[in-house]
């Protein structure tokens, strides 16, 4: 499977491992990336001899969150277009979550935005103890919306209100208190943890444990479309907001926004 945002690869065990391959943007979300990671599930889901998936990323970030021309394009798309790409997200967030084989995070760096929505569809989630989170959307005017769903299923509502309202950047350390990070390791222990996690799965029948997930999903916080269009509409409402614009353009031009002193 060949791509430009991304790349996998599959061992003889049947584990794939999907790197996101945008270094020099941090790993950020771009619209080809999106489509890419959505491709590349659909065929790891189906294939009967994947037993695994790891995610992990090139370069000094995890995922920074929203590209930035991707952000551009949406400060100045209409309401339609903002809602089809939101959903064209929502769909890659739904199909990772979905995804019926073990799915493992590698974290480190940075995981900002987008990246706390990847690690919260993962099954387990291994990081470096110098890596950081925030749901910084807030500090643009908007909100954490296409995400909300996994993370608020990850979290639970009550350790998710502050870290949504506050865009605070936070530790590994109290990202696995919140429910986020599995295990925190050093970095250089990192591989070794990753494969400690592989490993433990591979001794569950393939299919049982796809099944297993899907029964854990069926008994937590009811992820439906139309959970996921409410969000949607939520994000399109505040996109349209003097907030927003103020957050979005005080962002582009380096400078504070209004609320801020």
């Not at 920074?64 to 277009?81: E, I, N, V, Y």
Request: charge should be neutral; proline fraction near 3%; include cysteine.
């Amino acid at each position: 499977m060949t791509f430009d945002t991304i790349r996998c690869a599959i061992d003889q065990r049947g584990v794939a491992r999907v790197t996101l391959a945008r270094s020099e943007k941090h790993n950020a979300l771009s619209a080809t990336m999106i489509g890419e990671l959505t491709a590349v599930v659909g065929r790891l889901a189906t294939d009967a001899s994947i037993r695994a998936v790891i995610l992990d990323a090139e370069g000094k970030s995890f995922c920074a969150g929203g590209d930035l021309d991707w952000m551009r394009q949406q400060f100045s798309a209409d309401r339609p277009t903002r809602i089809a790409e939101a959903t064209r997200l929502a769909m890659m967030l739904k199909a990772l979550n979905d995804l019926p084989k073990p799915l493992i995070a590698r974290v480190h760096g940075n995981a900002f935005g987008g990246g706390v929505g990847l690690i919260s569809v993962c099954d387990t989630v291994i990081a470096a103890s110098g890596a950081q989170f925030g749901l910084t959307e807030t500090r643009l005017g908007l909100i954490p919306a296409t995400i909300s769903p996994y993370v608020i299923a990850r979290t639970g509502e009550a350790r998710a209100r502050p870290l949504f309202m506050s865009a605070r950047v936070f530790g590994a350390e109290e990202a696995k208190v919140a429910g986020f990070v599995t295990t925190v390791v050093d970095g250089t222990m990192l591989d070794g943890a990753v494969e400690a996690a592989v490993t433990a799965y591979l001794v569950a029948a393939p299919g049982a444990a796809g099944r297993a997930k899907r029964l854990a999903r069926s008994l937590g916080l009811p992820i439906t479309d139309a959970v996921i269009a409410a969000t949607i509409e939520q994000l399109a409402d505040t996109w349209e907001t003097d907030e927003a614009r103020e957050g979005v353009s005080a962002f582009f031009e380096r400078r504070n926004p209004s609320w801020r002193q």
